[in-house]
Each structure stands twice: as C-alpha cells, then as structure tokens.
C-alpha cells in the first residue's frame, strides 16, 4: 500500500540530482588518487581528494536534511540514508589513505599499487553510472543488476590484487629485513582494498533498491 501511495505522490526528484552530483565528487577523487599512485603530482592530488571529500560532506548533509524535510521520497527513507552513506564511506575511505601517504611521506608506490588504483576508478565509474539509473528502477532493472554485478567482479579483482601486493612486498623486504617498509606497503594496500569494498557497499545498497522497488 505505501509503494502504491508513493507512486501516485509527485516525487522529490532533486535526491537523484544530489545523488548523481555526489557520484561525480567521488569519481573525480577516484581518478586523483589513480594519479597520485601513478606518482603524478602527488601532494596536489592529495590536496585534491582532501577537498572533494570535503564537498562529499556537505552533500551528505544535504541529502539527509532533504530526506527529513520531504513528504514523500522516490524510494525508502533509510534506503536513500545507506545509499548516500556508502558512497560517502567510499571517499572517506580515500581520503584516508591520503593520510597515510603523507603521514609516511611515500613518493613511489608498488606496481599492485597502482593497479589498485585503477581498479578504484573502474568502480566509481560503474556507480556513477549506476546511480542516475534509480531514477527509473523498474525500466533500468536489468542494467542496474549487470553494473552490481561488474562492481562484484572488480572488488574480487581488488582483492587479488591485495592478495599478490603482500606477496611482493615480504618477497621485496623480507629478505633485507626492512619491516618498516613492508609495514607500510600492507597498511597502504590494506586501505586501497578497503575503498574498492565500499564500492561493493554501495553496489549491494543499490541491489537492495532494486529489489525492493520492482
């Protein structure tokens, strides 16, 4: 009953234009810290995701007072909060490697690395495409279930890539003894796979919308 009431009531259509604006924000970060990996501009390209997850923030915020002022949503409440709360946790995710980066002060980083890094840009661009499409669930069903599914398969990826990096790293250190460098490799790596499985967080929210609405 309240799904039908839902879709007799004019819609509050700017959550999918904050959705999508937020998407943006987080793949605009996602290719800065794929440059940053690449050893490009590094301190600026900290700068960079620094102030995006800043601009993530505020439409965090925004979506969730919008939430609290509309009368009626596209979709469940607390769906709207997850679904902009995992993409937000995807860019604070980011910004906390950064943090590591600059805490450490590392200007190269390993070949795993920087596969990681594309790996992240691959995921924010399925989302950021998957995103405007809830604007239609019912229509878009089918293609919103293929980019989950691709985002599943680039966090498996990720993980491999994860897996095969700590491998190199005690190949690359152990011998010498240098446990300081290897310390932070694993930290660096263990982070860049923890933003590629907020993509899968928010790959799953998404997969819960679906269901629920077609």
Do not use: W
Request: aromatic share 6%; proline share 2%.
């Amino acid at each position: 009953m309240l799904s039908l009431f839902r879709k007799l009531m004019p819609r509050e259509d700017r959550f999918f234009d904050m959705f999508a604006r937020h998407s943006r924000t987080v793949v605009a970060a996602a290719e800065a810290l794929d440059q940053l990996l690449s050893g490009q501009d590094i301190e600026a390209n900290c700068r960079k995701i620094v102030d995006l997850e800043n601009q993530a923030d505020d439409l965090t915020r925004e979506v969730l007072t919008a939430v609290r002022l509309s009368f009626i949503t596209p979709f469940d409440r607390g769906d709207i909060k997850d679904l902009i709360q995992s993409m937000d946790d995807a860019i604070d995710m980011m910004h906390k490697t950064v943090k590591t980066i600059r805490l450490y002060e590392q200007t190269e980083f390993e070949p795993g690395m920087r596969e990681m890094g594309k790996a992240v840009v691959e995921a924010a661009h399925l989302v950021a495409e998957a995103v405007p499409l809830l604007d239609r669930i019912g229509v878009n069903a089918h293609r919103l279930n293929g980019l989950v599914e691709d985002v599943t398969r680039v966090e498996g990826r990720s993980d491999d890539l994860h897996d095969q990096g700590l491998k190199d790293l005690f190949r690359k250190h152990g011998a010498s003894g240098n446990a300081m460098a290897y310390m932070i490799g694993s930290e660096i790596y263990g982070e860049l796979e923890k933003v590629v499985d907020r993509f899968e967080d928010v790959a799953n929210e998404i997969s819960g919308i679906v269901i629920e609405n077609v």
